[in-house]
């Protein structure tokens, strides 16, 4: 195990530095696909898409990528809900099954109950001829490699990548998207693993989120903020670090804050602040104002530059720039290495945490 290790000290590590690897290649698989296609394989008016945990999150953000760019709306439910309420769907429905494993019981679960309403399925999956693939109509690799560790990561990052192309795939069949667009956003898209590399190889030279962890690994609770895109990557990081640190930690929406989390801001309290420059940035800087004038400990994730941030904290963290959509490829990295740096301090089986399994096979 140590040889498939390559050197990392655990596989979550690895598979954290494999992710560039693992974007290029659903890049390169999904565009072969899109070359071989004139048109997508149904016609439908609504995509809703199901999936659990991580692949859930992943959900989350592809319901911005579809909305945005191909106008037509979707629902995200986390497949053990979806299974026991009447969703409104039909045979103008395509559903989106998100599954690393392709063998998660509720995700399965649901992908039958799509079927037997009369909605196609779409998935999106890691693992060839699993389950999964072999029940749904029609299915996209993610090309991320064998994922070993529980608490997922690459997976997650090439889920995102399928999203996009197909979101973007959607748009210019249905004309949202213009050819040059098209173009623009796959550039933007195509340049994401080597943005991650250096953010990476930066990270194993100046060890910044690795000292963060280490004046962080104390602490009881954790508050993750976000908005927008990286809403749903706040939910994340706060679940990468319940699941290997067993931190309770919360991720929030940051407009949502005065209406709860706010009350348990104190000066023991680490607030994880996910603010790179888009739409919301200014939104997101009166966050964090709001978090220090509580004494809250903030540890931003933001760009080069953004001084205001900087002004309000020396925790920082900081990412490459993309295009405003595709935030979230680069500030959910940060946020697995800060989990994972915290877990190994406390002394835990990183690879293996208590409680949880790989794949959940049994409802
Ligand atoms: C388990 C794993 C998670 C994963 C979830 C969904 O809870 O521990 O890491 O996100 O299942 O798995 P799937 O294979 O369907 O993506």
Redesign the pocket.
């Known amino acids: 195990a140590q040889a498939e290790k390559a050197g990392y000290k655990h596989f979550m590590l690895k598979e954290i530095y494999e992710q560039p690897k693992g974007i290029s290649d659903t890049i390169s698989g999904k565009l072969s696909l899109i070359k071989g296609e004139a048109e997508l394989p149904f016609d439908f008016n609504k995509i809703q898409i199901v999936?659990?945990?991580?692949?859930?999150?992943a959900g989350l953000i592809g319901k911005f990528f579809i909305e945005t760019l191909s106008k037509i709306p979707v629902s995200v439910d986390y497949?053990s809900e979806f299974r026991y309420r009447d969703p409104l769907i039909d045979s103008n429905t395509v559903v989106v099954a998100?599954?690393?494993?392709?063998?998660?019981a509720?995700?399965l679960a649901a992908v039958r109950l799509a079927k037997l309403k009369g909605a196609k399925v779409i998935a999106i999956?890691?693992?060839i001829g699993s389950t999964?693939t072999r029940e749904a109509d029609y299915t996209i690799y993610t090309y991320a490699g064998p994922e070993i560790s529980?608490?997922?990561t690459k997976?997650?990052t090439t889920?995102l990548t399928a999203l996009f192309l197909t979101a973007l795939e959607i748009g210019v069949i249905k004309g949202t998207v213009t050819k040059e667009e098209e173009q623009k956003y796959i550039d933007e898209l195509i340049k994401i693993p080597s943005k991650m590399e250096d953010f990476l190889e930066t990270e194993k030279k100046e060890k910044r989120i690795r000292q963060l962890a280490l004046e962080f690994y104390m602490a009881k609770d954790a508050l993750f903020l976000g908005r927008f895109v990286n809403y749903p990557i706040a939910l994340e990081g706060a679940?990468k670090l319940k699941?290997i640190s067993y931190i309770h930690a919360e991720g929030y929406p940051a407009g949502e804050m005065k209406h709860g989390p706010i009350a348990l801001i104190d000066e023991k309290m680490p607030v994880i602040v996910i603010a790179p420059k888009d739409r919301v940035y200014e939104k997101m800087v009166s966050n964090i104002e709001e978090v220090k004038a509580r004494k809250g400990r903030v540890i931003a994730v933001t760009n080069a530059g953004c001084g205001e941030i900087r002004r309000l904290t020396d925790r920082i963290i900081e990412i490459p720039e993309t295009d405003e959509l595709l935030t979230p490829f680069l500030t959910v990295v940060p946020l697995q290495l800060f989990a994972y740096y915290i877990a190994d301090f406390l002394g835990y089986d990183v690879d293996q945490?208590r409680n949880?399994?790989?794949?959940?096979t049994v409802e």
């Open positions: 999936a659990c945990g991580t692949s859930y999150h497949a998100i599954s690393q494993s392709g063998e998660t509720d995700t999956c890691n693992v999964l529980v608490a997922s997976a997650f889920q679940l699941e945490p949880l399994a790989k794949s959940v």
